[in-house]
Structures are given as C-alpha cells and as structure tokens.
C-alpha cells in the first residue's frame, strides 16, 4: 500500500489574501481555454509524453517586475503587497504546460536555479514578485489524487501567485498583448521534486503538472477570516468573466489532429453526443463514478472480424472488485450505495492510463496482439501480428458502461485507434507502442479513468451543485462547435443542463478513419452489404457495358455504310469523308460508363474504375479496322 504524504501546515505561517485582477475577453460569459498545441500559442513542439502523445493548457505562472500591465484596476488586498510594484509592459512568466482538472491546486515542477522563467519553462517563486509562500511542504497532493494510481514521488513547497490563461479566440500569436488573457490567483504545489517510479525501479520526471481549476482542500483556501472560498473558476465566476463555476473539457487526440476543448463557464456543444451521464461529489470532493462493465466490441460489421467467440461482436472483459483483499473498495463502494460488483472510478486528466481491478487489463490482453512488459508494467502492441493491423484499421472498441446517481447506463466507447499510445524516451530507447490498460490494487478504494480514457470522452464539472457530467465524445470529424453556457441553479434545478448531439454522430465523426481501414482489408470481391455486389463484380458489369456500347455502334456504322454504299457510286476515300462528318466523327468524343462528373463508388470499398486509357473512342483513320474484345475482368487497384 501506498503512503500518502499529508500537507504539513506549519504553525503560525501567515496565508495572504491575494485577489488579483483579471483581463479576459470573454464569450457569451464563457472562456475558451488555449492548448499547447493551438496554432497562435508559443510553444516549440506543444505535445507531450514520453506516454502519449497529449496535449495541455498553455498556461504562465508568476510575475516580473518590469512586465506586468498598469493600467489594471488593482483592488487594495493585491496593491497592498510589499513583495510587487506593478511597472510598465506586458506580463511575462514562465511558461508551462498544464493538464487541467477540477482539483483546487495547482502542481507544476518549479526550479529555485532557474535563471530565467521567460524561457526555462520552470517556474522559479523566486524570480516573481507576486508570490508568496504560505510555510506548508507538500507531497503527493493532487486533490483528485491521481498518485493513487500513478506511483508518485513528490515534495514541494505551498505559494499563492499568479496564473495567466489565454482566450484561444483573441490571443496575440506575436507579441502577446492580445485581449484574450486574463490573470487569477492559484494555489500552487511548487515541486522541487517529482518522479514516477517503474516497476524496474526507474524514476523519471514528468514534463506537464496540473492545473487545478476547483476549490483548494481547507488549510490553503487563502487566509482564516477569508469568508469567500477560492479557486479560479469562483474568482472568475465573482469577476463576472464567467457566468458560472464549471468547465466542459475533451481531451481531443493529438494523433489524430483533434483539438482538445475546455470551456470555463460552459461546453462545447458537438464534443457531447447522446445520454449525459450526472455523478454527485462525495464529501471528499472527489468525482466519483461507479464502473459497472468493460466490453470489446466492434461498431461496423464491415470490419471484417469479431471479439466475441459465439460469432457475435461484443464480449465483456468485466473481473470486477471481486478479491477479497480489496476491503478498502469494498467499503468505498458500500459507502456510496453502489451495487455488487461495481468498481468506484474517478476521471482524472493528472493520470495516464486507464487504471482497473485485477483481471480486466487480463481479459482484453488475451484477445489483443500485445505482449506484457515487467519492466514498465504495461502491454506492448505486438505490430508483426496481422491481428493488430485490423484493429487498428476497423472500428474496434473498448467501451465502459457506468451507472449514474439516477441508476441510468452511460456507455462511452473508446476506439483502438486511441489506445494505440506511443512510449518514448526516458521509459524506452525508440518509440514504441502500447496499450494504456494497467492493473491496480486500489489502496485508496477506487480506480481512475486517466488521458487515454478522456481522448473519447466529455467531462464536465459543475462546482457549483457539485457534480460530474460525463457523455461520450465523437472523432476526429466532429460537427461545427456551438457554445453553450450551464444553466444556473436558480434556472435549472439540480442539474446543469447539459445539451448533446446525436449518438449518431459518433460513428460518422470516425468514418473516414474506419473506412480507410476497411478499403485496406478487403479484398476485390468483398460483398458490399448496400448493394449486395462484390467490388469486382461491379467492375465486370461497368466494362462489360462499355463493350456492350462499343459493338452496338459498331453494328450501326455499318448498317448506315452499307445503306450509303447502295445510294451512291463514290470512292473509299469519299465514304470516309463523309464518315468523318457524321455521327460517328473522328473527332475526340468521350465515351465512359454512368457520369463521369462524379464518382459513383459502393460505400467503403475503392472505386471502381474503366481500365487506365485515354478514355476517348476514335473511329480508325484507315479502312483497316481491327476490333478487339475489352477485358471484363478488370481487376481494383488495391491500396498500398
């Protein structure tokens, strides 16, 4: 079991009541939040692993002396700090990545030697102005606590500073003195230590820290007479910059070039497709959902292959809690009113993998071409097997079916081609890629659902009636974004609601990656399902129509030669003159089966085409005529 390293509050430590100013151009009382990897941020690279590819907010943290605004209205609290003198130019801290999370503290890895935060990318509390330290040591302390599952090594010190976040819509990619940035106060875990230690007993240094967007655990709330709690979504929300206390987030995929989504103060509406799942926060604070099946499962029949044994296209994968050394799940589970055999997860960006109880990792491995690493505790994809090739070209998912605080099934389903996650240096020597199911003995009494899980879902977190929202989130072609804002609790009741497109669209919003696959994999005489014909027979038919039309004109040519040659007495040369002037002209006239202005193709299979010629009938230029049978058994050219 894991020990969790407490907070240490030192006695008589001052904690400042810092309110800063914020600068935001806001939309509709909503904020859309920059990523790393969006084209008008400053970022060398703007991914991230070495267990990814993922991307992450693009954030600054702390001051300098000589960059931040003044002509901002200061309120008194942050004027009255000795440690700041606000002077001319535009602020500029260090700047980091971030993965968001509804926690209320921020964790970054911070460095007192860095000699420069405008370019190290590590936040030195020294070098800002604007910090304060408020005497607590810190470690392992994500309120989500993703270090239950990532096996986490960390210390750092407690600081209230500054945080700048950009609007995606009207940041400047230049020189930074766009509209679209606005300031906030954060409490920070500024880490001089942080490693994940491996199973071969490794440690390594995770590049991305967390941004904690809720409500910080009591005891580093701001000072003890504060009678508003902090947190930047409440400060924003006081401001007015936002109209509530929640954000919608989508991971995105980075290996897919979809952006990720997060919203403060609202969603986006094409990234929630169907049932909207409503979970309710404990009194730990923590998102807790209830997990109640894991299936593999195929959405297209097309995909030429099956999960299951009996010939059907899903299978569960479910073991459940079902050890009897996991009490502390079992009391967890009995605690939250949970049925049997329901494990206790938590979304949580700071982590990852997809962390499950013994056995279910097991179950999907078995049927999957991947192979076990002891040192690195992970499946790797075996890519020489023919099976991983079809997977990964098909519509194969790992879907999860969770109960909601009405007892109502959420299923979000996450393709293969999401869990074919890439490792890279320090944990390997080249690329490699793998599959992000990891076992875990819940020490803590749950499981958590981390980056590769939320690539496929929608998270929406509501502080303000203490909720979750999770729904399933559609591909890489998505429909058009349409901003929506939460519905108050005066206006709503007990829920946000949260609006969604059709479940339909998740299908069609991976359709090009599918079909992709499936014209890969199948053969000529693949059976369209639509259509009932193979491919080639298709192609048969088209060429043998072509034929067909070749030797009707060519049967009509001669009628109306041999008619001509009764009426009248003139040469060869003059007959073909007049040939030439009739409808059957020597001039270039395009003959092709069906339109040629589109393209007719069976869904999902490759075109059928006209043998490769210039795709022009001449009539002969001589009397010598030789006529040859087209080929019926054109064969589809076969993608690479």
């Not at 008008?40 to 991307?55: A, E, L």
């Not at 292959?305 to 502390?328: H, L, M, Q, R, Y």
């Not at 790992?398 to 240096?425: G, H």
């Not at 399902?529 to 027979?537: E, I, P």
């Amino acid at each position: 079991m894991r020990r969790r390293r407490f907070p240490i509050l030192r006695l008589g430590a001052a904690l400042p009541t810092l309110t800063f100013p914020i600068l935001v151009a806001a939309q509709g009382k909503t904020i859309q939040l920059a990523w790393t990897t969006d084209a008008r941020v400053r970022m060398q690279d703007g991914t991230y692993g070495p267990d990814g590819p993922w991307q992450a907010i693009a954030v600054s943290v702390g001051t300098t002396n000589s960059t931040f605004p003044t002509d901002l209205e200061l309120p008194s609290p942050f004027t009255s700090n000795p440690n700041f003198i606000p002077r001319s130019g535009f602020y500029t801290g260090a700047f980091v990545p971030l993965y968001p999370s509804g926690g209320g503290l921020s964790i970054l890895l911070a460095s007192e030697s860095s000699p420069n935060q405008t370019t190290e990318k590590l936040y030195n509390p020294s070098l800002s102005p604007s910090a304060n330290k408020f005497g607590s040591q810190m470690g392992n302390a994500d309120d989500w606590q993703s270090w239950t599952a990532v096996n986490e090594d960390s210390w750092g010190e407690g600081i209230f500073d500054l945080v700048t976040l950009g609007d995606k819509l009207d940041i400047a990619p230049d020189d930074g003195h766009g509209g679209g940035y606005f300031f906030a106060n954060a409490t920070l875990n500024s880490l001089e230590r942080f490693n994940v230690l491996l199973p071969d007993g490794r440690k390594y240094t995770p590049p991305v820290g967390i941004l904690g967007l809720g409500i910080p655990s009591r005891g580093f709330n701001g000072a003890p007479n504060d009678p508003e709690p902090g947190g930047i979504l409440l400060g924003l929300k006081r401001e007015g910059k936002i109209g509530y206390a929640g954000f919608g987030m989508h991971l995105g995929s980075v290996a897919y070039n979809q952006p990720g989504s997060f919203i403060l103060g609202g969603y986006e509406k094409n990234r929630v497709l169907g049932d909207v799942g409503t979970f309710r926060w404990d009194s730990e604070d923590l998102p807790y959902m209830f997990l109640l099946d894991i299936q593999l499962g195929v959405q297209s029949e097309k995909s030429g292959f099956s999960f299951g044994t009996d010939g059907s296209s899903n299978t569960s994968i479910w073991a459940g809690p079902t050890d009897n050394e996991v009490k502390d799940a079992e009391n967890l589970r009995k605690r939250l009113g949970a049925k049997e055999g329901t494990a206790v997860v938590v979304p949580n960006p700071g982590a990852p993998y997809i962390y499950l109880p013994k056995g279910t990792c097991e179950a999907a491995a078995e049927q999957l071409p991947v192979r076990f690493n002891e040192s690195l505790g992970l499946y790797i994809w075996d890519r020489e097997d023919s099976r991983y090739e079809s997977i990964m070209r098909s519509s194969a998912y790992m879907s999860y079916v969770l109960a909601d605080r009405w007892a109502k099934n959420v299923t979000i389903k996450v393709p293969f081609q999401l869990l074919n996650l890439t490792l890279e240096a320090p944990l390997v020597d080249e690329p490699t890629a793998y599959f992000p199911c990891q076992s875990l003995e819940a020490d803590y009494g749950f499981w958590t659902l981390g980056r590769a899980f939320l690539q496929a879902a929608f998270l929406g977190v509501d502080l303000e009636r203490n909720l979750t929202y999770l729904a399933q989130a559609p591909g890489p072609l998505m429909e058009q974004s349409i901003l929506r804002t939460f519905v108050s609790v005066e206006n709503g009741g007990d829920s946000a609601g949260i609006e969604s497109n059709d479940i339909g669209e998740f299908e069609s919003s991976w359709l090009g990656v599918w079909l992709t696959a499936e014209k890969t994999d199948r053969s000529a005489d693949a059976v369209d399902g639509s259509t009932g014909l193979s491919a080639g027979a298709i192609a048969g038919i088209v060429v043998g129509v072509v034929a067909g039309v070749a030797m009707l004109g060519f049967i009509i040519w001669m009628l109306k030669k041999r008619s001509r040659k009764d009426d009248r007495t003139e040469t060869p040369a003059a007959n073909m003159a007049d040939d030439n002037r009739g409808e059957w002209s020597s001039s270039p006239k395009a003959c092709a089966e069906m339109n040629t202005e589109r393209d007719v193709s069976e869904l999902g299979v490759p075109t059928a085409h006209e043998m490769e010629s210039a795709g022009i009938v001449h009539e002969a230029p001589d009397m010598k005529r030789e006529y040859v049978e087209l080929p019926a058994d054109v064969p589809l050219a076969k993608k690479d």
